[in-house]
């Protein structure tokens, strides 16, 4: 007869065959669950904030920030969502899509009109020179004077107008000459490309956009005068009250992404180029016009005093007293994180 009973010593394997597994896993449970919590910082929970952030390299902080890991290293589960402009991404703050917007010190400004105590300016988190004026040769355009009588896009709520309208008071040209078209950004790219106007001022990537399209076909001209513009952070009055917590570990991140951008640029760009898309020619073309950092000072208040007296002199914004944007910023949040860029007076 068999004998079906277990022999000792391959008893003795098995047992020690199945300890070893045990040990295996249990080592694995503990170091997911180490890792799982060196994650989420030291509170172990997630606080959920949605963002929308221009589709460029404006929003530089924000892109290396979710790239790096650095928002969920301040327990912080930031919800980036990508805009093709800094009007896009406020109108879905607004809208109450997104607790944060990023754009352009302009935009504020023309929302302000509409609802000043609506939205409220947190930072700055880049500073650019880089919108221009774009004009097609075959039209006749070979200097800025060329550009009287032509047909012009634009973007409305941009600061397109603003730098625009200031360019042609430095070169001596009438604005009431041209003849203005209000399109949004890849309306604009289409617009020109395709002939339907003369020239185009307009941010980038667009600029970089037309140049690779109409290759020797066209002139361009900065058009800011030196005057950078101040990309910015923008969030609704409630959110700047009530999550002041959430804010500074926002800012405690962006710090995080702005050592990355001062140390380690090529990996920056690398991010961006994977991110967004974007070329990597691109990104080495423009890359001087812009200086990517968090700050807070005063020029940012004068700049938008002059925008918005401009707006109302020309009738895009209602007569009668503009709003006092030193109430509109939120400089606490920022100053408690980084006093050393925090260089405003009230």
């Known amino acids: 007869?068999?004998?079906?009973?277990?022999?000792?010593?391959?008893?003795?394997?098995?047992?020690?065959?199945?300890?070893?597994?045990?040990?295996?896993?249990?080592?694995?449970?503990?170091?997911?669950?180490?890792?799982?919590?060196?994650?989420?910082?030291?509170?172990?929970?997630?606080?959920?904030?949605?963002?929308?952030?221009?589709?460029?390299?404006?929003?530089?902080?924000?892109?290396?920030?979710?790239?790096?890991?650095?928002?969920?290293?301040?327990?912080?589960?930031?919800?980036v969502t990508g805009y093709e402009s800094g009007v896009a991404a406020v109108e879905a703050l607004m809208a109450g899509n997104q607790d944060i917007a990023t754009a352009a010190?302009?935009?504020?400004?023309?929302?302000?009109?509409?609802?000043?105590?609506?939205?409220?300016?947190?930072?700055?988190?880049?500073?650019?020179?880089?919108?221009?004026?774009?004009?097609?040769?075959d039209r006749g355009i070979s200097s800025p004077a060329d550009l009287r009588g032509k047909k012009i896009a634009f973007t409305s709520k941009t600061p397109s107008r603003y730098f625009i309208d200031r360019y042609f008071l430095y070169n001596k040209i009438d604005p009431r000459t041209i003849m203005f078209v209000d399109l949004p950004p890849l309306k604009l790219i289409e617009a020109i490309t395709k002939g339907r106007v003369d020239a185009a001022i307009t941010f980038e990537p667009c600029v970089w956009n037309i140049k690779q399209k109409l290759a020797g076909k066209v002139h361009s001209w900065p058009a800011q005068s030196e005057q950078q513009f101040n990309f910015l952070l923008i969030c609704g009055t409630d959110f700047a009250e009530k999550r002041s917590e959430a804010i500074k570990k926002l800012f405690r991140a962006l710090t995080d992404a702005e050592t990355m951008v001062r140390k380690d640029p090529t990996r920056v760009k690398q991010i961006l180029e994977k991110r967004l898309a974007l070329d990597e020619r691109y990104l080495v073309s423009v890359w001087t016009k812009n200086t990517i950092g968090l700050s807070l000072d005063q020029s940012l208040f004068l700049a938008m005093e002059d925008q918005a007296r401009w707006a109302i002199a020309k009738g895009f914004a209602p007569s009668g007293n503009q709003p006092n944007y030193i109430n509109s910023i939120y400089w606490k949040h920022l100053a408690s994180v980084r006093p050393d860029v925090v260089t405003l007076y009230k």
Not at 45 to 68: D, H, N, P, Q
Not at 113 to 123: A, C, Y
Not at 124 to 131: E, N, Q, T
Request: charged share 25%; glycine share 6%; net charge neutral.
């Open 1 to 79: 007869m068999f004998d079906f009973r277990p022999h000792a010593r391959f008893t003795t394997l098995a047992l020690a065959v199945l300890t070893v597994l045990a040990i295996i896993v249990c080592a694995a449970f503990f170091t997911a669950g180490c890792r799982d919590k060196a994650d989420v910082g030291d509170t172990g929970k997630l606080e959920t904030i949605r963002i929308g952030a221009f589709k460029g390299e404006y929003a530089t902080l924000m892109w290396v920030a979710e790239s790096e890991g650095f928002f969920r290293k301040y327990d912080l589960n930031a919800q």
């Open 105 to 137: 010190d302009f935009v504020f400004v023309s929302k302000s009109f509409e609802n000043n105590s609506k939205i409220k300016i947190l930072g700055v988190i880049a500073l650019s020179d880089s919108f221009e004026i774009v004009a097609r040769i």
